[in-house]
Each structure stands twice: as structure tokens, then as C-alpha cells.
């Protein structure tokens, strides 16, 4: 059963920056995609970031130019790296990976928390 940890959430002040983790265990299989999502209160579970093979990557047009995404080229960890976060993007952090077969796996969140 692939398990995913995340780490690195906490409380930081506006304009600060974060760096969360994220590793699969469980398998040695590669992920096709991982990435991270996030929910607020109130709100929907919305993507972040997303990276695949090449690496490709996506994000979301909220964090563009503040959240970079990267993965580690040999393991199977991904991490996001948060610049210049605002109050809006407080929030639970999700870990996702997808595998063969549209298997997809989530982590059990981590908190962020942008205020003074």
C-alpha cells in the first residue's frame, strides 16, 4: 500500500516562505504525477502544482511566480517550495501521486498558516 508523508507545514508571517515535503513509501514503482493540493475552510480541495516526467509542471494561476514545485530525481519525494505567501493561501496541504492505472494516493495534509 503506497503511503504519502508530507512535512514542513507551520505558521509563518505574510511574505514569508515555506518549503514542504512529500514522500511515497510502499512501492518502488514511480509515480506518473505528484503534486499538491490544498483546502481551505469553507472551500473546495483545489490544485496547487502538479510535476511529471521531463519534468513538466503545472500550477495553479494563484501561486504562479511564488510556489515552485520540484521532485527529487532518484526517490520518490516531491516538494513545494512557497515564496512571498499571503493569508489567502493558508490552508491544508495535500500530497498527491498518481501511478499506472490511474491509482492515485493521497496524504493526510498538512497545515499551513499565513498570519501575523
Known amino acids: 500500500q503506497v503511503q504519502l508523508a508530507e512535512s514542513g507545514g507551520g505558521l509563518v508571517q505574510p511574505g514569508g516562505s515555506l518549503r514542504l515535503s512529500c514522500s511515497a513509501s510502499g512501492t518502488h514503482l514511480i509515480p506518473n504525477v505528484m503534486g499538491w493540493y490544498r483546502q481551505a475552510p469553507g472551500k473546495e480541495r483545489e490544485l496547487v502544482a502538479t510535476i511529471v516526467h521531463g519534468p513538466y509542471t503545472n500550477y495553479a494561476e494563484s501561486v504562479k511566480g511564488r510556489f515552485a514545485i520540484s521532485k527529487h530525481l532518484t526517490k520518490n519525494e516531491v516538494y513545494l517550495q512557497m515564496n512571498s505567501l499571503t493569508p489567502e493561501d493558508t490552508a491544508v496541504y495535500y500530497c498527491?501521486?498518481?501511478?499506472?492505472?490511474?491509482?492515485?494516493?493521497w496524504g493526510q495534509g498538512t497545515q499551513v498558516t499565513v498570519d501575523q
Open positions: 498527491y501521486a498518481r501511478y499506472a492505472y490511474s491509482r492515485e494516493y
